[in-house]
């Protein structure tokens, strides 16, 4: 048997094709050698969301949403997120492997000595509303870092790249941080270059206020943002990866690009699903409330939020260990009550036809939200901590595109449905009807 093909007849043509299969995939510009004319443009794939279209190839993360796998660099995500710190993972998503303990130190210093921000972000951020949300805060000031480093324009420079990643791994947790405080009312506090990721990242956003946690419960806070942000550090073409790579290809810098992977990620289906999900939780209130929410999802009035994945229809890996966490932070916060309608929801969801048959299960935004609230973040701050996690994939996805050689702009195609050609009335003659026309 020779080379895999896909056969294809054209019934309008009688024409038949032969397609290469590399890795149960075919090349959609395969198709565009099918036309029913010559001078036609030929064969398109209309794939709306993309459900069903690999955008590039990559190495770095692995998930068979079947199964609920999830793997970076081929390691499963229990084990990372068991025994590694998080700038070890993001070590491995960036540079392709896990560290040396030598390695990893001399990384900590080096995103550590990048962690401190321009004295101007200061007044950047002044000028934003006392409830300015936290996330349009820092997509605004991570594109506004675009203009204090210009030398990030040379994205063809490797080494001019890997200096923008480090500046945005270490300066994420501080725009975070100047955030929460900015909307808290607090003046902004210098980070602590001695103290680890996440640890340096609770120093920065409680030192000297009334939550400010005992080195011991620190530690342990610390830990479980460490977790958190493993969990949250890639997760393939995802919707806020996507826009990187999208925006990457048309050659922005690293800071816009990531402003508006960041943005993307805002979105309630997205990574801003923590977020409504404490909404709903909220609203829900109390459990003898739960079977009518659930018979209003069911008659799709609404969504239950933190369910459903487009990729995962199995348990997602992350919610299962977030599980876990919860546990353990509640241990230093105390529990919160949010917790028991979740576990009810997740139960009563688990057991009912409909969830079961769309194979509806919790994702990794079901629990995050509810730890993030008994660490005492307010729920517009969830996104915000989501970002800090994820900015490691944007980064190494937006590395891979660029070293990638078929690297090209990202420009889809549309199938036109509009008018055919018109002739133009003069204006005193229109109608105006043009609101009708558009649905
Ligand atoms: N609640 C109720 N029904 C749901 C839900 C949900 N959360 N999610 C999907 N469905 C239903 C849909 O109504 C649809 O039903 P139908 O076949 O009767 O029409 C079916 O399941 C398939 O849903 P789609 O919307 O086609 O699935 P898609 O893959 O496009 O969407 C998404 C995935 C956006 C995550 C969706 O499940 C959702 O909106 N979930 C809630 C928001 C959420 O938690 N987002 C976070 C995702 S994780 C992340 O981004 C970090």
């Known amino acids: 048997m020779g080379d895999p093909k896909l056969s294809i007849s ?18 959609a510009m395969d198709f565009r050698a099918i036309r029913e004319d010559p001078e036609e443009f030929g064969m398109l794939v209309y794939d709306p969301g993309y459900t069903n279209t690999a955008s590039c190839t990559s190495r770095i993360t692995f998930i068979d949403g079947r199964k609920g796998i999830l793997r970076y660099r081929g390691y499963p995500i229990e084990q990372l997120a068991e025994h590694c710190a998080y700038t070890e993972v993001a070590h491995l998503l960036l540079h ?49 870092l675009s203009t204090f480093y210009p030398d990030a324009k040379d994205i063809a420079s490797k080494s001019n790249r890997y200096r923008q990643q480090v500046r945005l791994i270490g300066k994420m947790p501080t725009i975070a941080a100047y955030a929460y405080r900015k909307s808290q009312g607090y003046p902004y506090a210098y980070p602590d270059w001695d103290l680890g990721y996440s640890e340096n990242l609770i120093h920065m956003l409680w030192n000297g206020t009334r939550r400010q946690p005992k080195p011991e419960q620190a530690q342990v806070l610390a830990r479980a943002l460490d977790t958190l942000f493993i969990l949250h550090a890639d997760h393939e073409q995802n919707c806020s990866t996507s826009t990187m790579r999208q925006v990457g290809s048309a050659h922005a810098d690293p800071y816009v690009s990531l402003s508006a992977a960041a943005t993307a990620l805002y979105g309630p289906l997205h990574g801003g699903a923590n977020e409504a999900v404490l909404t709903m939780l909220e609203e829900i209130g109390s459990m003898e409330r739960i079977p009518e929410f659930i018979r209003q999802v069911k008659a799709g009035e609404r969504r239950l939020m933190g369910f459903g994945h487009r990729v995962y229809k199995n348990y997602d890996p992350r919610a299962r260990i977030i599980r876990r966490i919860a546990d353990q932070v509640f241990e230093i916060t105390g529990r919160n009550p949010k917790i028991d309608l979740a576990r009810e929801l997740e139960r009563i969801a688990l057991d009912d036809d409909y969830f079961v048959k769309r194979r509806l299960y919790p994702n990794v935004d079901f629990y995050s939200g509810i730890i993030y609230q008994a660490m005492g973040f307010a729920p517009e701050m969830f996104t915000v901590l989501f970002a800090i996690g994820r900015t490691v994939g944007w980064l190494a996805h937006w590395e891979e595109l660029m070293n990638d050689p078929e690297k090209r702009i990202a ?22 009807q043009a609101r009708e026309k558009v649905s």
Do not use: C
């Not at 054209?10 to 090349?27: E, F, H, L, P």
């Not at 420009?411 to 105006?432: A, C, H, V």
């Open 10 to 27: 054209d019934s309008r043509t009688g024409q038949k094709y032969d397609i290469d299969i590399r890795q149960a995939t075919v090349r």
């Open 411 to 432: 420009r889809p195609r549309q199938l036109y449905l509009g008018p055919d050609e018109q002739t133009l009335t003069p204006i005193e003659q229109r109608l105006g």
């Open 96 to 144: 392709g492997e896990l560290p040396t303990q030598h390695e990893l130190d001399a990384w900590n210093t080096e995103i550590m000595e990048n962690s401190m921000l321009h004295e101007n972000i200061k007044k950047f951020m002044d000028g934003f509303l006392y409830d300015a949300h936290p996330m349009g805060m820092m997509v605004s000031t991570v594109a506004a």
